[in-house]
């Protein structure tokens, strides 16, 4: 699913292309509150056209970072730029940028369509035309029938895009998405996951939305910056911060890793062996790294990409694991494998179910073997 | 949760009612008292409606004091409202314990002191006592109950609204007036009721700050207490609390109603997602 | 303070109108001038001599007479007042019998009105707010009118005593008007609402789940009500007896129309050395050792609300 929606804009990508010209920058903001850092001398750019997540676990500042875009907060140090205009000194209400709120925040004392219009309203934007806007936006939500309604007529659904249409009423140049979708349960969320992609594409606007959701952040954003303590630990697509996590922590808070400590025993251009004695393991990689031999380093690996069989493969190959079945979680689609090393450690193994017989052929408490293959995992040094 | 009425919270909250409500209810009964006596009952009459109307000098007090308390009500409405701003939405200003204090001081000052200090204050800035010192003093005394009222309210109050016509282009003395005054309207309207009701009632502060020509409807039923009660004041009395109950099973039933609609239009919003 | 100042949202601090610094200024200004700056005349003129003159004391400090008109003022400020209070019995009576007659009707409007709010706690969703509209309601009605009303209940041929006569309980009409025993019926009657509302706001919200632990624990409903639901209703009992002392201590109204004579209660005292005896100094200095006596339970109650405010944003 994650693949499948990366590859339909795999044509998009100006942070690979030098002479593309950012359109939200940060440069070197620094936020304090009190003696509390929310952002730590943080500096980021983001395209035009670009839908862009802010992931991190909560009081990483990521929601601070977005609300100095839309002007509630002023950086501590640094500079916001929007298009090349430095934002310092600009009230949200003068800025070109509009939010959607967690809470969606509407105005409870009014209509749906008084809702949407009241951005319009403040910029005195003739009858007709607001009219004409609003009837707009309410067939792009589909809550024409219910445009007369106040917010508390409305399921939490319909609140959701209520909240939406009023911030790109204005047609903004960037819209801002506060955890979106928090407030959904799971079948809308990914549903409206899905509308928000097509939205950003169909209007082409820059979309920066700050989510905790992992899933949600691959889904809908062309590039993740996974942020920790008020610092960027990593900017890139959703499949590369997969694939090629840059960190421990990156590895770790996307999806499920296996980390493996081990030491860098040889290392050359597209060859790597890597020893890890507290497993007994030798694993090799088809890849340069960026570590000196005799460096500690860490080994992840995907539970995917871990193969699990009763059989012992050729004595002596690398990339080879022996334990002993500790626990397996079936899932429906897929079951997940514990297995116990002798150290003790644990590795977990996800394996497809892709026929109907309920006996597995692995059971608890079986002796099994846990491979991997050369370009299965990828090498840490942070 | 539904919890469950005991025969002991049902007497409790039964007797102490009635305990509340008993000199209420005589006070009507009598006033329809054909017997001068008070405690006596000689049959059913209205005279002493009938002669409320000639007497003058209660109705020229029952004047006074709806002026005095209409405009002071009004003056501490707005006060207090942003008095109650300012404690929620100013965080640490220089000199806000003092602040603070100055709101909660009032609501517990025995009414002696207040209204002593007061007069001693117009007395010695040279202000004419009469109708104004009392609205003054009212105004004081009034403020902050409303601005507790109103603070409370204004706690509770999720910034997102206003930050979002903010964020919409709303400057933010309109997005006041826009959007966050109507949606404190009830505790604003419940902190007028309360100013205005303290103002009715009030006999010690208007006693002190008063002056010659401004008689309070409470100094008059004071006098007239202390020399021996007519059944006049009965009869002003069951007045007084028939339009408090008109008003308040009034605003009742109409705030039931729209909660009542609500909760239908939230059903049918549930249905239709 | 820092601790308001870190919840408060930060949009409200950045960027401010012009103007805004009017919302503290004004409510603040007025306070000072019609709260704050009264204390001090009050406690000026305590230290002044009660003349026949108008207005009725000396010396009147003249502010733009210059400095020296201020000193020759200052030497003529006396402690005669406070002396007084300390020599003649009739106030520091009138200090010892209101505190007394503000702390038992504390404790009895407490015993009255907790099973009240308890039982309004108790009661079911839908009655709860009709309940509490109950208990406001005799507020908008004339105080005045309402102790009034008791003269009629409680007098020699009143209605209380017509009925006890006739249930046969006693023989003889019981003297209850004019004396503390109708004082402290009058009080505990007219602050009642006050010692309810608190009460029933920290007993409603009380979890119910609590009570069902303690009973799923092994303690008895009655040993639950003392080891639970009292303990967490203290906030409320606390508020509700310091918005009945406070005032109860410096009331006029009650002592003056039901208590008796030898009811003094230093309001009362005040009031009639303001009005009858025209000693504007001497009421004063009342009212400065009254304020000095009340001070404590005043700073504890204003920190009281203010921290529960702070816990509720």
Redesign the interface.
């Known amino acids: 699913m994650v693949a499948a929606v990366g590859s339909v804009r795999r044509s998009f990508a100006p942070w690979n292309d030098p002479a593309s010209k950012p359109f939200i920058e940060f440069r070197g903001v620094t936020k304090r509150f009190a003696d509390f850092v929310a952002v730590d001398d943080l500096s980021l750019v983001i395209y035009e056209r670009e839908f862009f997540a802010l992931l991190g676990p909560s009081g990483c500042g990521k929601t601070t970072l977005m609300r100095m875009v839309a002007g509630f907060e002023e950086p501590t140090e640094g500079a916001v730029l929007l298009d090349g205009q430095d934002l310092a000194g600009v009230p949200p209400y003068r800025r070109p940028t509009n939010m959607m709120f967690q809470s969606y925040a509407l105005f409870p004392h009014m209509s749906v369509e008084q809702n949407i219009a009241f951005g319009l309203r403040q910029d005195r934007t003739p009858k007709g035309e607001i009219a004409e806007r609003v009837e707009e936006m309410l067939n792009l939500v589909k809550l024409k029938p219910f445009a007369r309604r106040k917010p508390h007529q409305l399921s939490g659904g319909q609140r959701q895009r209520v909240a939406l249409a009023r911030s790109l009423a204005k047609k903004p140049k960037v819209l801002l998405l506060d955890e979106p979708l928090g407030a959904l349960d799971k079948k809308l969320r990914e549903e409206t996951q899905f509308e928000l992609i097509d939205l950003q594409q169909k209007l082409g606007l820059t979309f920066l939305i700050v989510t905790h959701d992992q899933e949600e952040a691959m889904t809908v954003a062309d590039r993740i910056a996974v942020m920790n303590h008020g610092k960027v630990i990593q900017v890139a697509t959703p499949a590369e911060i997969y694939e090629q996590p840059n960190s421990r922590y990156v590895a770790d808070f996307i999806g499920n890793v296996n980390l493996i400590q081990g030491r860098v025993s040889a290392s050359a251009t597209g060859a790597t062996r890597i020893e890890a004695p507290g497993t007994g393991a030798v694993i090799e990689l088809d890849q340069a790294i960026d570590a000196k031999v005799g460096d500690q380093v860490w080994f992840a690996i995907r539970p995917e990409k871990v193969r699990i069989s009763l059989d012992a493969p050729l004595p002596g190959s690398p990339n080879a694991l022996s334990g002993e079945v500790w626990d397996i979680g079936y899932l429906g689609d897929v079951s997940i494998y514990h297995v116990r090393l002798a150290s003790g450690a644990t590795v977990t193994a996800t394996v497809t179910n892709q026929s109907r017989v309920v006996e597995r052929p692995i059971t608890w408490e079986d002796k099994v073997w846990l491979t991997w293959s050369r370009n299965g995992g990828v090498v840490l040094a942070k | 949760m539904e919890r469950r009425a005991s025969w002991f919270n049902v007497t409790s909250v039964t007797l102490g009612l009635a305990f509340l409500y008993l000199p209420i209810v005589l006070v009507v009964i009598f006033s329809f008292n054909a017997s001068r006596l008070v405690t006596v009952w000689g049959g059913f009459s209205t005279k002493w409606y009938a002669s409320l109307l000639e007497n003058d000098a209660l109705l020229d007090a029952a004047w006074v004091t709806l002026r005095v308390a209409l405009i002071s009500a009004t003056v501490a409405t707005v006060l207090g409202t942003l008095a109650a701003i300012a404690l929620v939405r100013y965080g640490s200003f220089r000199g806000r314990t003092l602040f603070s204090g100055m709101i909660y001081a009032p609501l517990v000052m025995p009414d002696v002191i207040t209204g002593l200090s007061l007069l001693l204050l117009f007395v010695a800035v040279g202000i004419d006592r009469g109708f104004w010192t009392i609205v003054l003093a009212h105004v004081t005394l009034a403020m902050c109950y409303v601005t507790v009222v109103v603070q409370s309210r204004l706690i509770t109050f999720d910034r997102s609204v206003e930050e979002a016509a903010l964020d919409l282009g709303c400057p933010p003395f309109k997005t006041f007036f826009v959007v966050t005054l109507p949606l404190i309207a009830p505790a604003v309207v419940a902190g007028w009721m309360l100013a205005f009701t303290l103002s009715l009632d009030d006999l010690v502060i208007a006693s002190f700050t008063t002056g010659p020509g401004a008689t309070t409807l409470p100094m008059k039923i004071y006098s007239q207490v202390r020399l021996g009660v007519t059944p006049e004041i009965n009869a002003i009395c069951t007045i007084l609390i028939g339009l408090v109950t008109v008003g308040v099973i009034g605003a009742s039933i109409f705030t039931k109603r729209r909660e009542v609609e609500r909760q239908r239009a939230e059903r049918l919003a549930a249905a239709n997602p | 303070?820092?601790a308001?100042?870190?919840t408060?949202?930060?949009?409200?601090?950045?960027?401010?109108?012009p103007?805004?610094w009017l919302?503290?200024a004004?409510?603040?200004a007025?306070?000072?001038?019609?709260?704050?700056?009264?204390?001090f005349?009050?406690l000026k003129?305590s230290f002044s001599t009660s003349a026949i003159a108008q207005?009725p004391y000396t010396p009147i400090i003249d502010i733009f007479g210059g400095l020296g008109s201020i000193f020759s003022a200052l030497r003529e400020f006396t402690t005669d007042n406070y002396v007084f209070l300390t020599e003649d019995s009739l106030y520091w009576r009138s200090y010892l019998q209101s505190l007394e007659i503000a702390a038992i009707s504390t404790f009895l409007t407490l015993l009255?009105?907790y099973?009240?709010a308890?039982?309004?706690?108790?009661?079911?969703?839908a009655w709860r707010p009709m309940?509490v509209?109950?208990?406001i309601?005799?507020?908008?009605?004339?105080?005045?009118?309402?102790v009034?009303?008791?003269?009629?209940?409680l007098?020699k041929?009143?209605?209380l005593n017509?009925f006890l006569l006739w249930i046969g309980v006693i023989h003889e009409p019981l003297t209850i008007l004019n004396t503390n025993l109708a004082v402290y019926i009058g009080i505990v009657?007219s602050y009642?609402?006050f010692m309810?509302l608190p009460l029933y706001a920290a007993l409603e919200k009380m979890d119910?789940t609590l009570l069902e632990a303690a009973q799923d624990l092994g303690c008895p409903p009655i040993q639950a009500f003392w080891k639970v639901t009292f303990p967490l209703s203290l906030p409320g009992v606390v508020a509700g007896c310091?918005?009945v002392f406070?005032?109860v201590?410096?009331?006029?109204?009650i002592p003056d129309?039901l208590g008796g004579t030898d009811t003094v209660m230093i309001?009362k005292t005040?009031?009639n050395e303001?009005?009858s005896n025209r000693d504007?100094p001497l009421?004063?200095a009342v009212?400065v050792v009254?304020?000095l006596l009340?001070v404590v339970?005043?700073?504890v109650?204003?920190n009281q609300?203010?921290k529960q405010?702070e816990r509720?944003?």
């Open positions: 303070m820092t308001a100042a870190d408060a949202p930060p949009a409200a601090r950045q960027r401010s109108h103007l805004a919302v503290v004004i409510p603040y007025w306070l000072a001038f019609f709260f704050l700056v009264p204390f005349i009050v003129i207005p009255v009105g099973p009240m308890y039982g309004m706690a108790r009661a079911s969703r309940l509209m109950l208990v309601l005799p507020f908008w009605t004339s105080f005045l009118i309402r009034y009303a008791w003269i009629g209940i007098k041929e009143g209605l017509q009657y009642l609402p309810v119910d310091f918005l406070i005032p201590t410096g009331e006029f109204v129309l309001g005040l009031w303001f009005f504007w009421a004063s009212a009254l304020l009340l339970p005043i700073v109650f204003q609300e203010r405010q509720e944003s």
